[in-house]
Structure formats: C-alpha cells, structure tokens
C-alpha cells in the first residue's frame, strides 16, 4: 500500500512540476478560485512577527480541512473525534518546562502568539464557521475585527467544539474566546494593546478501548457496546489569561509638513496566567491503574500553574518602513507558582535576551538568545535554571527563483514540571534531571512554491514516559533526520496539494514516529450559473507507515511508550464537495470512506480507534461592512 500511494504522488507531482512551470499562476483561469480580498494579518510568535504578513486566504483550498489538527499538510494523532489530547506524529521541539497537559491541546488552545492581529482593517471584517456531523458533532468559530478609528483598533476571536462520539464517554466540551483591544495616541509615540484568552477544556476519558479485536470485527459488534477501560473518568482544564503590552517611540513625532522620525521605542510587556487541570473519575479503576494512593472509590487530582511576567526593552523594530539592522534588546522577569496535588512551589526567573536582523532585501540574517538565571527561594526546587536558547537563520536567493533558507537552534531546557514533582491517586514521585539538550540544523529550499526542507536534531539527556506511565531519563544522545516535500499545484481547473515526509529515529526505543507520512488533496474547480457559484470535487488521501506509536494515559493526560500494538500502516480517505457563492463557502464531507473497504484497523493512537465513515457539512460566511 505504501509503495502504490508514493508511486501515485509522485507521478501526480511530476506531472505538475512539468505543467505549472509553463502556466501563468498570476493570471487565474475561470474556475480557478481567485479572490482579491486583502484582508492580512500577523501571528505574534516573536518580537519581529509582523514582518511576515499573511494574506487571508480567500478561496476553497482546505474549507473541508476545519478541524484544528487537519488544517495544514502536517500530521497529529488524537484520541477523541475532536478536541482532545493530540500528538504529532513529527519531532519538532522539546515539551516545555511549565506544562501540566495543555501541551497536548495545542491544535485548539489559544495561546497569544498563535492569535492573529488584523491590520489596516479599512472596512469591519468578520466570519463565521460552523460544522455538524454525526454523534452530535458541532465545531464552531468566528472572528470579528474593526478598526474603530486611526487610533482604536479590536479583534475578537472564539471557538467551540463538542461531541458525544460513539463510544461510552467519548464526550467533548470545549469552549475559547480572544479579545484584542489596541490604542494608539494621537502623535503615535505611545501606544497600548491588552489581550484577554479563556481556554477551557472538558472531555470524557475512556481509556481505550479494553479489547481492540471487537473493533476490527466491526460488522457484528456496534461501537456503543464496545467495552471501554474508563466510564466515569473525565479531565477539566481551564486557562485565564491577560496581557498588556505598552510602547513609547523615541524621536519626532510627526507634523503638518513632516513624517514621524522615530529612532526607536521602550517598551514594557506584562502578563498573567492561570493553568488549572482537574482529573475526575467514581468507582475503583484498579483494573486499568496499577497503583491507588489515595482513594480506591474515586480520585480528584489537582495540579496548577501561574505565570506572571514582565518585559521590559528597547527596540528599533516598525513594521511599516524598511530597515537594514533592526534589534531588540530586553530582560524579563517571571513569578511562576506549581501546584502538583500536595504542595506549591514558587519560582523566580530573571531572562536576559536579544534579537537581531539584517536585512539586505535578498539576504537576510536574523538570530537571537535567551538565558534564564532562576533566583533561589526555601520553597522551589531547581528547575529551570540556566535554560538557553539560541537561533539562528540565513535568507538568501540560490539561484533564480530559487530561494534558501538554513538555521539552527540550540535549546538547553529543563524537562516538563510534572516529571519532577507529582502526587496524585494513581501517581506519586519525585525526580532530579539533568537539562535536556537539543541541537537542530534546519535547510529550507523553495521554488516557484515548490517547498523541500530537511532536518536534523541531536537530543540529549531526553525524559520520556516509559510503558509503566513513568517519567525516565535517557543519558545518551541520539540523532533525527526528516524531510519534507510540500507544494500545492493548480493548473487550469485542476488543482492539488501535497506532502511526502520522511523521518528517521537512531534510537526507536525512545523516540517512535511513522518513518513516512503522505497526505494530499486532489479536486476539479468549474463554475457555475456564469460564475457565481465555484465548485470543488474531491478527495484528501492520507497515509501512515507502520510504528508501534504512543499510548495514552488519561489521569496524567500524557502519551507514554508501548510495546503491544503496532499502528498506522493504513490509507484514509475523505470525498469532499467544496462550494462558494460570493462570500459563503460551503462544504460536505464523506469522512474516512476507505473504511468501507472492511479493514477496521484504523488507531493512530494504541486502543484509540479513529472515528469511522461520517458525514460532514460546514458552512463559512465572511461579512465586510
């Protein structure tokens, strides 16, 4: 199966690398689902983020694509339908140190570096989506951004997903809203943006199922009597967080016959928040938990995070003029407090850090550092001391129209909080790591969008979840390599997107990943009623090699290693309708239709199967007045 799906997509992928370097991209055919709307924004990731402006995405591409995890052409793994815990299924970075779970609801947590901020907002925008399959299945979200005035801007943002899904407490109840509200004075030499984020979680966790064989013979067994580890147990996680982020611009502020002549700004960034998760479950679970510390009819484990910061630094950085040497220069200051069910601890960090660019228009240098001093208290334990961060990347045009790109990063980080300290009913320790290490050279080639990058990691002294749900320690160092193909391809009415990865362990033992992922999407636009209806036909193929992948344990909700069931090595499937008349944007979806071929095998996480053939419709509505 493996051979016949990369057979397919590459002569796909020859085909078009032959016909798209002699089509005229700029120049849309009747179909082909250009829209000129102009509506950009910026993700917050860094101190320079707005340098990489992203035009909102207008057309069909990826409307069958909604769930959070399936929007790009990378890979996850999760254990619910929707809104659950998720894995990538590639080795990208350390877990960070003050993470109780959240890490693994990345897809759907709201975090503000991944929150978009509109600008130039000429006319007020919005959208709204909403989605509905089977198991009651509902997924909704919106954004709404107006510039009120020259020195008022706001941006709202929400999502909601939920489910009952089929087997026994398989529920899904998420909720997450974003507030953005920025002004700036009259002159422009000071201005102030704060930020609201409410995260929470609520999902049933089931343990998997007890005995995979009654899924695979699904055509005696319906999915609701499959017997299921867990019936009563469920996690809770809530995050609160606020920000205010303040600047004033040194230097001239403009006048009737002059333009602003700024040199640079003092800035002071603060922030809170408040990570809480709950692990609810009645009745014993000695037959899926081997310990019981605390309580045999029922537990109710607590663990807590907050973070305070305070940055305070100059910099040169303005978005809307070129710049040769743009720099910024700061120090933050961090109050963080662990609850780990039994005790608090406190924390206190002073990080020093710097960003620098040079940007020749063609060549661009850009890099940075951080390193975190912890100041020692009675009450905390070392943890996070010392953490380093360095990067480094380089821009530059190889030849025409071909464009390189190669970084690296070092990252010297503590390993997640609760694989030091965690008291729980099913869990009880206490642990002393050295500091993980991670090196990563990074190479990035692209041409005309056709986008190849490879990847090398060599991690040391890595902790991982052993298969007994334990936090180990391995003091050796080993090597990743991946590579990746991306490119979306449109040629007249036809149009594709695609993705080949290969990856590669030295050491399996510990790190376990599918060796290859393909995923692509193939569809026919053609218009309708003199174009004002556009529809889109098609199918997403998804593959997986076979690994025996991670299992899941829902009272530390983390993934762990295991050894009993081999995964993937399967094909999905989803046929899609795609349409759009003017602003609406319409799809229907026959998810995983391959599992109609009668091979029940589908678990990307072990005892997790994935959801069966459904379908699927959502509807979008962008609103500009």
Do not use: C
């Not at 002699?22 to 924004?41: C, H, L, R, V």
């Not at 490879?454 to 391995?474: C, G, K, W």
Request: hydrophobic letters at 35%; proline letters at 3%.
């Amino acid at each position: 199966m493996k051979t016949i799906f990369i057979t397919i997509n590459l002569f796909i992928g020859l085909f078009y690398w032959h016909e798209v370097v002699y089509a005229q991209e700029s120049a849309p055919k009747e179909g082909s689902d250009k829209d000129t709307t102009t509506i950009s924004y910026y993700l917050p990731k860094n101190a320079f983020s707005s340098i990489d402006t992203i035009v909102l995405d207008t057309s069909l591409h990826y409307s069958q694509r909604y769930d959070a995890r399936s929007a790009d052409l990378d890979a996850t793994a999760s254990t619910m339908t929707i809104g659950g815990p998720t894995k990538d299924l590639y080795f990208n970075t350390l877990t960070p140190t003050f993470s109780i779970g959240n890490q693994f609801l990345a897809p759907y947590f709201y975090q503000a570096k991944n929150m978009p901020h509109f600008y130039n907002v000429k006319i007020p925008y919005s959208e709204l989506f909403y989605t509905m399959g089977s198991q009651e299945e509902n997924y909704l979200k919106g954004v709404i951004a107006s510039q009120v005035s020259k020195r008022i801007y706001y941006g709202i943002n929400f999502n909601v997903e939920s489910t009952l899904g089929l087997y026994t407490n398989q529920r899904v109840g998420n909720s997450h809203a974003n507030g953005i509200l920025s002004y700036q004075s009259f002159n422009k030499k000071y201005k102030l943006e704060t930020e609201y984020i409410h995260n929470k979680f609520r999902f049933g966790e089931n343990g998997g199922l007890s005995n995979d064989s009654y899924y695979r013979d699904s055509t005696q067994y319906p999915r609701q009597v499959l017997a299921v580890n867990l019936n009563t147990a469920n996690n809770t996680l809530k995050s609160n967080f606020f920000s205010a982020k303040q600047h004033y611009n040194i230097g001239k502020a403009a006048t009737d016959s002059t333009a602003n002549q700024f040199i640079g700004k003092v800035y002071l960034n603060t922030s809170y928040q408040r990570i809480w998760r709950i692990y609810q479950s009645t009745g014993p679970d000695t037959n899926y938990y081997k310990h019981i510390y605390l309580d045999s009819l029922g537990s109710f484990d607590s663990t807590t995070i907050t973070n305070f910061t305070m940055d305070f630094g100059v910099s040169n950085f303005y978005p809307s003029k070129h710049q040769y040497f743009i720099f910024n220069i700061g120090t933050k200051y961090n109050y963080k407090t662990y609850y780990d069910g039994l005790q608090t601890y406190f924390f206190n960090y002073y990080s020093p850090h710097a960003e620098v660019i040079l940007d020749f228009y063609k060549v661009i240098v850009d890099g940075g550092a951080t390193y975190q001093i912890q100041i020692p208290n009675t009450q905390s334990f070392t943890v996070g001391s010392n953490d380093f961060n360095l990067f480094g990347t380089l821009r530059f045009p190889l030849l025409k129209n071909f464009n390189f790109k190669v970084g690296m990063k070092l990252n010297l980080v503590s390993p997640q909080i609760t694989a030091y300290r965690y008291y729980a009913n099913n869990f009880h320790w206490k642990n002393t790591f050295n500091k993980q290490k991670q090196l990563e050279l990074n190479a990035l080639l692209n041409y005309n969008g056709y986008q190849i990058e490879a990847n090398i990691h060599t991690v040391s002294d890595y902790v991982y979840f052993d298969q007994q749900v334990e936090p180990q320690q391995y003091t050796g160092s080993f090597q990743l390599f991946s590579t990746k193909f991306k490119k979306r391809f449109n040629f007249h009415r036809l149009g594709s997107t695609l993705m080949l990865l290969y990856q590669q362990s030295s050491n399996d033992r510990i790190i376990r990943l599918p060796q290859f992922i393909g995923r692509s999407s193939f569809y026919y636009a053609f218009p309708l009623f003199k174009g004002a209806l556009v529809v889109h036909p098609g199918i997403d193929i998804s593959y997986y090699s076979a690994y025996y992948g991670d299992g899941y344990n829902p009272s530390l909700m983390q993934f762990h290693l295991q050894d009993k069931q081999k995964l993937g090595n399967q094909l999905y499937a989803d046929v899609f309708v795609n349409f759009k008349i003017k602003r609406a944007r319409i799809f229907i979806k026959y998810q995983n239709v391959s599992s109609h071929l009668g091979n029940y095998n589908y678990f990307l996480v072990a005892h997790y199967p994935q959801q069966d053939a459904v379908l699927k419709f959502g509807v979008s509505w962008r609103f500009f007045d």
